[in-house]
């Protein structure tokens, strides 16, 4: 008895947890506050300032950048955050707020689309002889989550082969740069608006921290960032928007978590439906190789699940 209400208990929380989690496609905020500052047209200001604290250049033409942000770029269920052409560097910038190894892989489906619309803007023959050149890839990953890291560090594609390959012989990095308080202070100074926004992000953990609810951590810092002049012009202009992104994002990254918990934890071997619709998914992909796979490769179909039944990636703050 105590065996069946127990799987009753697990059944209802996953239940309730597949039902939150689809409260997460419907939310009105989808932009996050580092895509508002860094990768709208109009803030192309802001992107010029972080290139040039990130590069040691001192480019004043906005006209110069060339947005190459992919709306439509899906891994996980997401998008790519900023993404722009300058100086003949075609430059990436994603921001994280949990440590991710996968980065360098995403970082380079997301680059392949970026070069994929520069050749066809630029109506680009590579069936020729000739060497063709295109812009050199930058990738720069912002961190500010919990999880203690190094100032700078570089994460490498190669990491995940699941065969060793000679040094060179292919790779594909992503830079993480840790812009939590205390680090990388000489690239906050030289780029003013990261820096406010590092602060405010700070702000509001601290203050989760201390034990305030989200909705409350947020208007406080709101508040106290307006009043210390951070971020002020922004978020006088842009006030409920930007708590309506906070919160949504928190409300993501809450009910994902939830839903980890319930599904992995307490409810995973009873979860038919989500098992079923992994087996429908990769039948209506023509995956039957890994259909095969994943009944034996447990962890291989956990992988699948997050791919294709969850269709998302550890939402960001």
Not at 87 to 107: F, W
Not at 217 to 222: E, L, Q, R, S, W
Request: net charge negative; charged share 30%; glycine share 4%.
């Amino acid at each position: 008895m105590r065996k069946k209400n127990n799987k009753r208990l697990a059944n209802q929380k996953t239940a309730k947890a597949k039902k939150n989690h689809g409260r997460m496609i419907n939310h009105n905020h989808k932009d996050r506050l580092f895509i508002k500052l860094f990768g709208s047209p109009e803030n192309k200001a802001n992107m010029l300032s972080l290139y040039n604290a990130l590069s040691g250049t001192e480019h004043e033409d906005e006209d110069s950048l060339e947005l190459y942000t992919i709306e439509d770029v899906i891994y996980l269920g997401m998008k790519n955050d900023v993404g722009y052409l300058l100086d003949s560097y075609m430059v990436l910038h994603e921001q994280q707020s949990t440590y991710n190894p996968n980065m360098p892989l995403r970082g380079l489906l997301y680059h392949a689309k970026m070069y994929e619309k520069y050749i066809k803007q630029r109506d680009i023959n590579l069936y020729t002889t000739v060497l063709k050149r295109i812009p050199t890839p930058q990738f720069y990953v912002f961190y500010n989550g919990d999880k203690e890291t190094e100032d700078r560090l570089t994460l490498r594609l190669s990491d995940a082969f699941e065969k060793p390959i000679r040094d060179g012989e292919f790779e594909w990095t992503a830079v993480m740069l840790n812009i939590n308080k205390g680090h990388n202070t000489e690239l906050l100074h030289k780029c003013e608006m990261l820096n406010e926004y590092s602060m405010f992000i700070g702000k509001i953990k601290e203050d989760i921290k201390a034990g305030a609810e989200m909705e409350e951590a947020v208007y406080n810092a709101v508040d106290w960032a307006i009043g210390n002049d951070i971020l002020s012009e922004y978020l006088q202009m842009h006030k409920s928007e930007v708590v309506g992104m906070l919160l949504t994002e928190y409300d993501e990254k809450k009910v994902w978590e939830d839903f980890k918990k319930d599904v992995y934890e307490e409810g995973y071997n009873s979860c038919e439906n989500i098992i079923n619709s992994l087996n429908n998914k990769l039948i209506e992909l023509n995956r039957i190789d890994d259909l095969a796979r994943s009944t034996t490769d447990k962890d291989f179909q956990k992988q699948l699940i997050k791919e294709l039944v969850l269709n998302s990636d550890t939402p960001k703050l």
